[in-house]
């Protein structure tokens, strides 16, 4: 098995989305994980690229996975919305942000917290 390189996450209230693909941009990973799952499912996935649409949330949950050893780049909603290629629903917005958080200069950066 292919091991993800980046991941696209779409986080919500309850339920999260998450698209993750290889190097080869293979689509590896495409399933949803409930909120208090979701640092239990991180920690098993080697360190890799993930972004997330930037909200209200977005700074908590980016903090959470660094500490897990991830890369997390947020990106402003208008960033992702030409990479969405159907119906607007969490999973075709994780793929989007998966899509886009590859993209030179789509993301903002990151600067760690003290």
Known sequence: ??????IGLDIAKSVFQ???IDAEGVVIIRRQVRRGQV????AGL?????????CASAHHWSRE?????HEVKLMPPAYVKPYVKRQKND????????EAVTRPSSAVPQTPMP
Do not use: N, R, Y
């Not at 640092?39 to 991180?42: G, P």
């Not at 080697?46 to 930037?54: F, K, Q, S, T």
């Not at 999973?91 to 998966?98: G, N, T």
């Open 1 to 6: 098995m292919s091991t993800v390189t980046t």
């Open 18 to 20: 998450v698209h993750g």
């Open 39 to 42: 640092l239990k499912f991180f």
């Open 46 to 54: 080697p360190p890799c690229l993930i972004g997330i649409e930037a």
């Open 65 to 69: 996975l660094q500490s897990l050893g």
């Open 91 to 98: 999973m075709a917005d994780a793929e989007a942000i998966c």
